[in-house]
């Protein structure tokens, strides 16, 4: 790696979309060449140990849309304000759901009693009441979600190039280390004078004054006046000594050798002082501040070109079924493109990741084995989709749970019943296995996947905020299961509302690509009416 390439590469080099037939893993695939290599990354990226009991935060509180111009206020249910939970830490286990409960933070509520015979062995306590309606058997979204997150931590945290930042939260609070501006400068082209020698100066009776000199900022000359003179300086320029104001040029007869002066002026006219934005020693970044344009922007202009912050998850993304091809390529009367790997791979790209999509394995376990053992050189995370159910040619279900590091699971939700969770190999590398079917696919990443991959680069909250709108027509929902249902949201000069797209398929692609919103129907509910609020997720903003 080049002193002049940055660890994360440009935007291309860093997020590639496309496919690594599994073929040449071996003996094709190379570090970027602005990518840390694996030696590298291993020092940067410290082992994380998942302790005992990690409690998932309260769902985000629900968010109000801005109305429109006329909008009426949206009515918002209050919520329990969500307590952030501590970064785990090798030296000791963070608190349990009853001790945020003790603290004031998320109450912990009574669970129902259910027999032992009928509880599944891979339930986690998440401090919450069961919905009566989920049969047996099944976990609910949040058991598995935390299960998700208890196994997945926090990457280590390194120096970073800043423009490489973009997106990252800072480990820690920045102090300003220099002034700003860091010397009196000129905050318009003119001429530098005392303001004392240009009192009473006007268009009938100007004051003329020699100039004797000129000042460009970057000039690296100092300079100095004495009474009864001017210095011509342009924007950016530090201010001589002896002056103490500017006179802008249309204020001015724009003269060379001599100058008219057409207007008085006080001291400090113009002028912008050392220190007047930002003082050396000021706290200008909190602890978790999400790098933007803007704070990239004061971080170089006080001097850092890198930040501490933990680095973009690295995340293999492999879609399984002897019937994908690769788009562009030919299909055979009973085979079909690979959408989903595309998908997955873009979601992960929005969500700050690097994102390495290696395209469909067929339904073959040695060839998935294969495949999955040589990519994990590459991967923090690998997701793949396909292959979970229970039949017989399902890859990633027989593959893995031969390990016995993956539990597969069936969750209380639809689209998206089944998943799976893991670590794979000497690596210990986790994964998380996703449907085949291209929606059940994508509501399984945001709810599963999404939170997983901001908890490794340390973002906050970890689920996406939800709003509350009113519903454009019915709803019907089997009971038992949390409803995921494609909509459109948007604000009218009513307020916030969200329709329902119809058709609930879960390879229904098309309707998913019209939808921009996901209305949440809970495990108890069975029907809502056309008005009712709803909760409702509001895809692709950032949060």
Known sequence: MSPEETEGGSE????????????????????????PNDIERTEQVSTYIPPSDVPIPDEPPDEEPPPEDAAEAVVVEPEPTPTREPTPTLGGSPPTAADLARSGGAPVEPKPEVP????????????????????DGLLTVEEHLEKVLRGIGPLGAYDQPLVESLGLPLLEGFVSPANLPLFDNSATDGYAVRAQDVIGASRETPIVLPVVGEIAAGSAKPFAISAGTAVKIMTGAPIPRGADAVIPYEKTDHGNARVEIHAPTTPGDFIRRQGSDVKEGDRVLEEGAVLGP?????????????????????????????????????????????GNSYMLAAAVRAAGAICYRVGAVDDNPKAFRRVLSEQLVRADLVVTSGGIGKGEHDVVRETLSALGTVDFVDVAMQPGMPQGFGRVFDEQTPIITLPGNSVSAYVSFEVFVLPAIRRMMGRTPYRRPMVHAVLASDL????????????????????????????????????????????????????????????????????
């Open 12 to 35: 291309q080099n860093m997020l590639p979309l496309d496919p690594l037939p599994p073929h040449e893993v071996e003996s094709e695939v190379e570090p970027e060449e602005d990518e």
């Open 116 to 135: 032992e015979s009928a509880t599944p062995s891979n339930r986690v306590d998440t401090g919450r009441a069961r919905p009566a309606s989920i049969r």
């Open 294 to 338: 803007r704070e990239i922007g004061l971080l170089a202009a006080l001097g850092s070109p890198r930040v501490k912050a933990r680095p973009r998850p690295r995340v293999v993304v492999i879609s399984t079924g002897s019937e994908l091809r690769e788009p562009g390529t030919h299909l055979d009367y009973d085979s079909i493109n690979d």
């Open 476 to 543: 019907q929902s089997p009971p038992g299961l949390r409803q995921y249902v494609r909509g459109v949201f948007e604000v009218t000069h009513r307020g916030a509302k969200v329709t329902p797209i119809p058709g609930d398929g879960s390879h229904l692609v098309g309707s998913l690509a019209q939808a921009n919103a996901l209305i949440i129907v809970g495990e108890d509910q069975t029907a809502l009416n056309l008005g009712d609020t709803v909760r409702t997720l509001v895809l692709d903003r950032p949060y």
